[in-house]
Protein backbone atom coordinates (compact mmCIF):
# COMPACT_ATOMS: atom_id res chain seq x y z
CA UNK A 1 0.00 0.00 0.00
CA UNK A 2 1.26 3.63 -0.72
CA UNK A 3 1.25 5.80 2.31
CA UNK A 4 -1.47 8.52 2.05
CA UNK A 5 1.47 10.86 4.19
CA UNK A 6 3.02 13.43 3.01
CA UNK A 7 7.20 13.25 1.76
CA UNK A 8 9.37 15.14 4.61
CA UNK A 9 11.14 18.31 2.99
CA UNK A 10 14.57 15.75 2.79
CA UNK A 11 12.52 12.91 1.73
CA UNK A 12 10.98 14.84 -1.33
CA UNK A 13 14.47 16.19 -2.02
CA UNK A 14 16.19 13.48 -1.83
CA UNK A 15 13.23 11.28 -4.26
CA UNK A 16 13.14 13.73 -6.87
CA UNK A 17 17.07 14.00 -6.83
CA UNK A 18 16.76 10.17 -7.17
CA UNK A 19 13.88 9.62 -10.45
CA UNK A 20 16.07 12.55 -11.55
CA UNK A 21 19.69 10.47 -11.61
CA UNK A 22 17.41 7.16 -13.05
CA UNK A 23 15.93 9.25 -15.82
CA UNK A 24 19.41 10.63 -17.12
CA UNK A 25 21.03 7.08 -16.29
CA UNK A 26 18.38 5.34 -18.13
CA UNK A 27 17.86 7.83 -21.36
CA UNK A 28 21.66 6.67 -22.13
CA UNK A 29 20.56 2.98 -22.34
CA UNK A 30 16.79 3.69 -23.69
CA UNK A 31 17.93 5.86 -26.40
CA UNK A 32 20.46 3.55 -28.10
CA UNK A 33 18.00 0.82 -28.55
CA UNK A 34 15.90 2.11 -31.70
CA UNK A 35 19.77 2.39 -33.51
CA UNK A 36 21.87 0.51 -32.69
CA UNK A 37 21.11 -2.13 -34.74
CA UNK A 38 21.33 0.29 -38.26
CA UNK A 39 23.81 2.25 -37.58
CA UNK A 40 26.07 -0.42 -36.36
CA UNK A 41 26.20 -2.00 -39.48
CA UNK A 42 28.21 0.36 -41.06
CA UNK A 43 31.40 -0.45 -38.50
CA UNK A 44 33.98 -2.76 -39.36
CA UNK A 45 33.02 -6.20 -38.41
CA UNK A 46 29.50 -5.75 -37.97
CA UNK A 47 27.09 -8.93 -38.71
CA UNK A 48 24.02 -9.73 -36.97
CA UNK A 49 25.34 -12.17 -34.09
CA UNK A 50 28.17 -9.24 -33.56
CA UNK A 51 26.17 -6.13 -33.68
CA UNK A 52 23.74 -8.56 -31.07
CA UNK A 53 26.79 -9.43 -28.75
CA UNK A 54 27.74 -5.27 -28.55
CA UNK A 55 23.92 -4.25 -28.08
CA UNK A 56 23.87 -6.55 -25.40
CA UNK A 57 27.27 -6.15 -23.63
CA UNK A 58 26.33 -3.43 -21.62
CA UNK A 59 23.61 -5.91 -19.66
CA UNK A 60 26.75 -8.47 -18.74
CA UNK A 61 28.63 -6.09 -16.78
CA UNK A 62 26.01 -4.94 -14.91
CA UNK A 63 24.64 -8.24 -14.27
CA UNK A 64 28.38 -9.00 -13.08
CA UNK A 65 28.07 -6.13 -10.81
CA UNK A 66 24.96 -5.08 -9.33
CA UNK A 67 25.49 -6.88 -5.68
CA UNK A 68 29.36 -6.57 -5.65
CA UNK A 69 28.91 -2.68 -5.89
CA UNK A 70 26.19 -2.52 -3.53
CA UNK A 71 27.64 -4.82 -1.25
CA UNK A 72 30.97 -1.75 -1.71
CA UNK A 73 28.31 0.68 -0.82
CA UNK A 74 27.52 -0.50 2.61
CA UNK A 75 31.01 -0.77 3.27
CA UNK A 76 32.30 3.04 2.03
CA UNK A 77 29.06 4.76 1.12
CA UNK A 78 26.40 5.00 -1.34
CA UNK A 79 27.24 8.60 -2.70
CA UNK A 80 31.05 7.16 -3.22
CA UNK A 81 30.33 3.94 -5.24
CA UNK A 82 27.35 5.62 -6.97
CA UNK A 83 29.90 9.12 -8.38
CA UNK A 84 32.63 6.16 -9.40
CA UNK A 85 29.60 4.30 -11.16
CA UNK A 86 28.52 7.23 -12.82
CA UNK A 87 32.20 7.99 -13.89
CA UNK A 88 33.02 5.06 -15.61
CA UNK A 89 29.83 4.88 -17.39
CA UNK A 90 30.59 8.52 -18.59
CA UNK A 91 34.02 7.00 -19.93
CA UNK A 92 32.16 3.54 -22.09
CA UNK A 93 29.88 6.55 -23.75
CA UNK A 94 32.88 8.58 -24.40
CA UNK A 95 34.73 5.62 -25.77
CA UNK A 96 31.52 4.31 -27.76
CA UNK A 97 31.22 8.06 -29.68
CA UNK A 98 34.46 7.42 -30.57
CA UNK A 99 34.62 4.28 -31.75
CA UNK A 100 35.06 2.94 -35.73
CA UNK A 101 34.68 -0.78 -35.15
CA UNK A 102 32.53 -2.80 -33.44
CA UNK A 103 35.39 -3.99 -31.32
CA UNK A 104 35.32 -0.76 -29.73
CA UNK A 105 32.23 0.02 -29.67
CA UNK A 106 31.31 -3.00 -27.99
CA UNK A 107 34.27 -2.19 -25.35
CA UNK A 108 32.92 0.74 -24.54
CA UNK A 109 28.96 -0.84 -23.76
CA UNK A 110 31.09 -2.88 -21.50
CA UNK A 111 32.82 -0.04 -19.71
CA UNK A 112 29.13 1.85 -19.85
CA UNK A 113 28.01 -1.47 -17.95
CA UNK A 114 30.34 -1.44 -15.15
CA UNK A 115 28.66 1.97 -13.70
CA UNK A 116 26.44 -0.91 -12.08
CA UNK A 117 24.34 1.68 -8.99
CA UNK A 118 20.87 0.63 -9.64
CA UNK A 119 21.24 -1.10 -6.35
CA UNK A 120 23.34 1.37 -4.19
CA UNK A 121 20.49 3.94 -5.81
CA UNK A 122 17.77 2.06 -4.68
CA UNK A 123 19.56 1.28 -1.26
CA UNK A 124 19.82 5.04 -1.18
CA UNK A 125 16.74 5.48 -1.54
CA UNK A 126 15.60 3.91 1.43
CA UNK A 127 18.35 5.60 3.68
CA UNK A 128 16.60 8.95 2.45
CA UNK A 129 12.86 7.59 3.30
CA UNK A 130 10.76 6.25 6.42
CA UNK A 131 9.79 2.79 6.13
CA UNK A 132 5.71 3.79 5.29
CA UNK A 133 6.89 5.93 2.75
CA UNK A 134 9.70 3.29 0.33
CA UNK A 135 6.71 1.96 -1.76
CA UNK A 136 5.96 5.61 -3.02
CA UNK A 137 9.58 6.53 -3.31
CA UNK A 138 10.17 2.95 -5.51
CA UNK A 139 7.01 4.18 -7.60
CA UNK A 140 8.17 7.36 -8.20
CA UNK A 141 11.29 6.12 -9.67
CA UNK A 142 9.34 3.57 -11.58
CA UNK A 143 7.89 5.87 -13.24
CA UNK A 144 10.75 7.85 -13.97
CA UNK A 145 11.99 5.16 -15.44
CA UNK A 146 9.08 4.82 -17.89
CA UNK A 147 8.84 8.42 -18.69
CA UNK A 148 12.66 8.18 -19.73
CA UNK A 149 12.02 5.13 -22.18
CA UNK A 150 9.10 6.86 -23.58
CA UNK A 151 11.59 9.97 -24.47
CA UNK A 152 14.37 8.23 -25.54
CA UNK A 153 12.99 6.09 -28.29
CA UNK A 154 11.46 9.25 -29.62
CA UNK A 155 14.66 11.80 -28.83
CA UNK A 156 16.85 8.62 -29.67
CA UNK A 157 15.95 8.38 -33.88
CA UNK A 158 15.98 12.22 -33.70
CA UNK A 159 19.46 12.41 -32.75
CA UNK A 160 20.84 9.95 -35.11
CA UNK A 161 19.06 11.69 -38.32
CA UNK A 162 21.45 14.82 -36.69
CA UNK A 163 24.37 13.04 -36.20
CA UNK A 164 24.45 9.30 -36.36
CA UNK A 165 25.29 6.73 -33.28
CA UNK A 166 28.37 9.05 -32.05
CA UNK A 167 26.18 12.09 -31.50
CA UNK A 168 23.85 9.94 -29.56
CA UNK A 169 26.13 8.81 -27.13
CA UNK A 170 28.13 12.27 -27.10
CA UNK A 171 24.63 13.60 -25.83
CA UNK A 172 24.24 10.23 -22.90
CA UNK A 173 27.70 11.00 -21.92
CA UNK A 174 26.59 14.67 -21.56
CA UNK A 175 23.63 13.50 -19.67
CA UNK A 176 25.80 11.10 -17.51
CA UNK A 177 27.63 14.35 -16.11
CA UNK A 178 24.31 15.94 -15.56
CA UNK A 179 23.77 13.00 -13.28
CA UNK A 180 26.53 13.46 -11.38
CA UNK A 181 25.91 17.23 -10.49
CA UNK A 182 22.54 16.11 -9.39
CA UNK A 183 24.37 13.66 -6.99
CA UNK A 184 26.76 16.32 -5.55
CA UNK A 185 25.28 18.74 -5.31
CA UNK A 186 21.63 18.12 -5.30
CA UNK A 187 21.17 15.27 -2.96
CA UNK A 188 20.82 16.02 0.46
CA UNK A 189 23.65 14.77 3.20
CA UNK A 190 23.32 10.89 3.27
CA UNK A 191 21.38 9.98 6.62
CA UNK A 192 23.06 8.18 9.58
CA UNK A 193 21.57 4.09 9.36
CA UNK A 194 19.95 3.36 12.54
CA UNK A 195 19.62 -0.60 12.66
CA UNK A 196 15.82 -0.23 11.90
CA UNK A 197 16.86 1.42 8.84
CA UNK A 198 19.35 -1.13 7.64
CA UNK A 199 16.07 -3.31 6.29
CA UNK A 200 17.89 -3.58 2.87
CA UNK A 201 21.08 -5.14 3.97
CA UNK A 202 20.87 -8.77 4.16
CA UNK A 203 20.87 -11.51 7.13
CA UNK A 204 23.72 -13.76 5.39
CA UNK A 205 22.40 -16.75 6.77
CA UNK A 206 19.01 -15.88 4.45
CA UNK A 207 20.22 -15.00 1.25
CA UNK A 208 18.31 -18.65 -0.14
CA UNK A 209 15.49 -16.89 0.56
CA UNK A 210 16.00 -13.47 -1.25
CA UNK A 211 16.92 -15.99 -4.41
CA UNK A 212 14.39 -18.89 -3.93
CA UNK A 213 11.48 -17.12 -1.13
CA UNK A 214 7.82 -17.73 -2.37
CA UNK A 215 7.21 -15.94 -5.93
CA UNK A 216 10.75 -14.16 -5.77
CA UNK A 217 12.15 -16.70 -8.44
CA UNK A 218 9.37 -16.10 -10.68
CA UNK A 219 9.64 -12.49 -10.92
CA UNK A 220 13.27 -12.55 -11.19
CA UNK A 221 12.31 -15.02 -14.03
CA UNK A 222 10.15 -12.98 -15.34
CA UNK A 223 12.08 -9.69 -15.10
CA UNK A 224 15.07 -11.64 -17.44
CA UNK A 225 12.78 -12.53 -19.86
CA UNK A 226 11.04 -9.37 -20.12
CA UNK A 227 14.43 -7.50 -20.79
CA UNK A 228 15.51 -10.34 -23.32
CA UNK A 229 12.61 -10.14 -25.25
CA UNK A 230 13.25 -6.21 -25.02
CA UNK A 231 16.82 -6.50 -26.61
CA UNK A 232 15.84 -9.33 -28.51
CA UNK A 233 13.22 -6.85 -30.62
CA UNK A 234 15.10 -3.88 -31.01
CA UNK A 235 17.91 -6.24 -32.74
CA UNK A 236 14.69 -6.66 -35.49
CA UNK A 237 12.27 -3.92 -35.12
CA UNK A 238 14.74 -0.67 -36.95
CA UNK A 239 15.70 -3.25 -39.80
CA UNK A 240 11.78 -4.29 -40.25
CA UNK A 241 11.20 -0.64 -40.27
CA UNK A 242 13.73 0.17 -42.80
CA UNK A 243 13.84 -2.87 -45.41
CA UNK A 244 9.89 -4.27 -45.46
CA UNK A 245 7.97 -1.10 -44.40
CA UNK A 246 9.78 1.65 -45.98
CA UNK A 247 10.03 3.66 -43.12
CA UNK A 248 13.47 5.61 -43.43
CA UNK A 249 15.14 6.43 -39.81
CA UNK A 250 14.47 10.15 -39.65
CA UNK A 251 10.72 8.91 -39.51
CA UNK A 252 11.06 6.10 -36.85
CA UNK A 253 10.49 9.11 -33.79
CA UNK A 254 7.36 9.41 -35.04
CA UNK A 255 6.20 5.70 -35.15
CA UNK A 256 7.65 5.26 -31.52
CA UNK A 257 5.77 8.48 -30.41
CA UNK A 258 2.58 7.50 -32.00
CA UNK A 259 2.70 4.01 -30.69
CA UNK A 260 3.92 4.58 -27.25
CA UNK A 261 0.95 6.66 -27.00
CA UNK A 262 -1.24 4.24 -28.16
CA UNK A 263 0.03 1.77 -25.54
CA UNK A 264 -0.61 4.09 -22.10
CA UNK A 265 -4.55 3.08 -22.22
CA UNK A 266 -3.72 -0.81 -21.96
CA UNK A 267 -1.01 0.31 -19.47
CA UNK A 268 -3.07 2.04 -17.49
CA UNK A 269 -5.78 -1.06 -17.31
CA UNK A 270 -3.19 -3.92 -16.65
CA UNK A 271 -1.40 -1.72 -13.90
CA UNK A 272 -5.19 -0.65 -12.22
CA UNK A 273 -6.35 -4.35 -12.28
CA UNK A 274 -3.00 -5.47 -10.61
CA UNK A 275 -4.22 -3.62 -7.64
CA UNK A 276 -6.98 -5.47 -6.94
CA UNK A 277 -5.84 -8.76 -7.44
CA UNK A 278 -4.78 -11.86 -5.02
CA UNK A 279 -2.89 -13.89 -6.94
CA UNK A 280 -1.30 -11.79 -10.20
CA UNK A 281 -0.25 -14.81 -12.24
CA UNK A 282 -2.95 -14.55 -14.65
CA UNK A 283 -2.71 -10.79 -15.23
CA UNK A 284 1.15 -11.25 -15.53
CA UNK A 285 0.13 -13.76 -18.17
CA UNK A 286 -2.25 -11.83 -20.04
CA UNK A 287 0.83 -9.14 -20.03
CA UNK A 288 3.65 -11.67 -21.58
CA UNK A 289 0.91 -12.69 -24.23
CA UNK A 290 0.68 -9.25 -25.42
CA UNK A 291 4.18 -8.36 -25.31
CA UNK A 292 4.97 -11.62 -27.56
CA UNK A 293 2.11 -11.06 -29.53
CA UNK A 294 3.22 -7.42 -30.52
CA UNK A 295 6.23 -8.62 -31.26
CA UNK A 296 5.76 -11.31 -33.48
CA UNK A 297 3.51 -8.41 -35.47
CA UNK A 298 5.87 -6.42 -35.59
CA UNK A 299 8.27 -8.64 -37.13
CA UNK A 300 5.85 -10.08 -40.18
CA UNK A 301 4.83 -6.19 -40.68
CA UNK A 302 4.56 -5.49 -44.43
CA UNK A 303 3.22 -2.11 -43.70
CA UNK A 304 3.37 0.62 -41.14
CA UNK A 305 -0.34 -0.39 -39.99
CA UNK A 306 0.67 -3.60 -39.20
CA UNK A 307 3.77 -1.98 -37.72
CA UNK A 308 2.10 0.50 -35.67
CA UNK A 309 -0.55 -2.31 -34.35
CA UNK A 310 2.40 -4.74 -33.28
CA UNK A 311 4.56 -2.45 -31.70
CA UNK A 312 1.07 -0.84 -29.80
CA UNK A 313 0.61 -4.45 -28.48
CA UNK A 314 4.32 -4.66 -27.53
CA UNK A 315 4.63 -1.41 -25.51
CA UNK A 316 2.00 -2.00 -23.73
CA UNK A 317 2.94 -5.41 -22.46
CA UNK A 318 6.49 -4.42 -21.91
CA UNK A 319 5.57 -1.10 -20.31
CA UNK A 320 2.79 -3.07 -17.26
CA UNK A 321 5.34 -5.65 -16.85
CA UNK A 322 8.07 -2.68 -16.20
CA UNK A 323 5.89 -1.40 -13.59
CA UNK A 324 4.46 -4.62 -11.61
CA UNK A 325 7.16 -7.12 -11.20
CA UNK A 326 9.42 -4.42 -9.27
CA UNK A 327 6.46 -3.33 -6.81
CA UNK A 328 5.78 -7.44 -6.69
CA UNK A 329 9.68 -7.68 -5.51
CA UNK A 330 8.67 -5.23 -3.18
CA UNK A 331 6.02 -7.06 -1.45
CA UNK A 332 6.94 -10.45 -1.88
CA UNK A 333 10.76 -10.23 -0.16
CA UNK A 334 10.61 -9.88 3.47
CA UNK A 335 11.50 -6.72 4.64
CA UNK A 336 15.08 -7.59 6.04
CA UNK A 337 15.79 -9.30 2.63
CA UNK A 338 14.01 -6.31 0.36
CA UNK A 339 17.32 -4.69 -0.34
CA UNK A 340 19.13 -7.97 -1.67
CA UNK A 341 16.10 -9.22 -3.47
CA UNK A 342 16.13 -5.45 -5.53
CA UNK A 343 19.76 -6.24 -5.93
CA UNK A 344 19.21 -9.63 -7.40
CA UNK A 345 16.35 -8.46 -9.38
CA UNK A 346 18.57 -5.86 -11.19
CA UNK A 347 21.14 -8.53 -11.86
CA UNK A 348 18.34 -10.55 -13.31
CA UNK A 349 16.78 -7.40 -15.48
CA UNK A 350 20.79 -7.22 -17.06
CA UNK A 351 21.54 -10.50 -17.05
CA UNK A 352 18.32 -10.45 -19.61
CA UNK A 353 19.75 -7.46 -21.81
CA UNK A 354 22.89 -9.42 -22.46
CA UNK A 355 20.96 -12.41 -23.15
CA UNK A 356 18.56 -10.45 -25.30
CA UNK A 357 21.56 -8.98 -27.80
CA UNK A 358 23.21 -12.36 -27.64
CA UNK A 359 20.16 -14.47 -28.71
CA UNK A 360 18.42 -11.80 -30.76
CA UNK A 361 21.69 -11.08 -32.79
CA UNK A 362 22.61 -15.23 -32.99
CA UNK A 363 18.96 -15.57 -34.26
CA UNK A 364 19.01 -13.11 -37.23
CA UNK A 365 22.11 -13.93 -38.10
CA UNK A 366 21.15 -17.90 -38.58
CA UNK A 367 17.66 -17.68 -39.26
CA UNK A 368 16.20 -14.64 -40.16
CA UNK A 369 13.48 -13.14 -38.88
CA UNK A 370 11.77 -17.04 -38.86
CA UNK A 371 14.37 -18.11 -36.61
CA UNK A 372 13.95 -14.85 -33.84
CA UNK A 373 10.19 -15.65 -33.45
CA UNK A 374 11.04 -19.07 -33.34
CA UNK A 375 13.39 -18.70 -30.31
CA UNK A 376 10.62 -15.82 -28.89
CA UNK A 377 7.73 -18.51 -28.64
CA UNK A 378 9.81 -21.32 -27.23
CA UNK A 379 11.36 -18.43 -24.44
CA UNK A 380 7.47 -17.88 -23.89
CA UNK A 381 6.42 -21.27 -23.35
CA UNK A 382 9.28 -21.42 -20.54
CA UNK A 383 8.15 -18.09 -19.20
CA UNK A 384 4.70 -19.49 -18.97
CA UNK A 385 5.45 -22.30 -17.44
CA UNK A 386 8.09 -20.83 -14.71
CA UNK A 387 5.56 -18.09 -14.07
CA UNK A 388 3.03 -21.00 -12.90
CA UNK A 389 5.56 -23.14 -11.25
CA UNK A 390 5.83 -20.27 -8.42
CA UNK A 391 2.72 -19.56 -5.86
CA UNK A 392 1.79 -16.75 -5.14
CA UNK A 393 3.49 -15.30 -1.90
CA UNK A 394 1.78 -12.97 0.55
CA UNK A 395 2.99 -9.49 2.33
CA UNK A 396 5.72 -10.58 4.62
CA UNK A 397 6.95 -8.33 7.12
CA UNK A 398 10.09 -10.12 8.45
Wanted: glycine content about 12%.
Amino acid sequence: MISSEAFTAVERRAVLGLASLYCLRMLGLFMVLPLFAVYAEALAGASAASIGLALGAYGLTQAVLQVPLGWLSDQIGRKAVIVGGLTLLILGRVVAALADTLTWLAIGRLLQGSGAIASATMALAADYTRVEQRTKASAIIGASIGASFALALVLGPVLAAWGGLSRVFETTAILGGLGLLVVVFWLPPTPDISEAGRSHIADRERLAEALWGRGLGALYGSIFCLHLLLMAAFTAIPSVMINEVALPPEQHAWMYLITLMGALPGVAILVRMHRHMADPRGLIAVAILLTVAGLVVALWSLSAWTLGLGLVLFFAGFTALETILPALVSIFAPTTLRGTAMGIFSSAQFLGVFAGGALGGNALYWGGYEGLVTAVLGLTLLWLLGLWRFSYAPVSTT
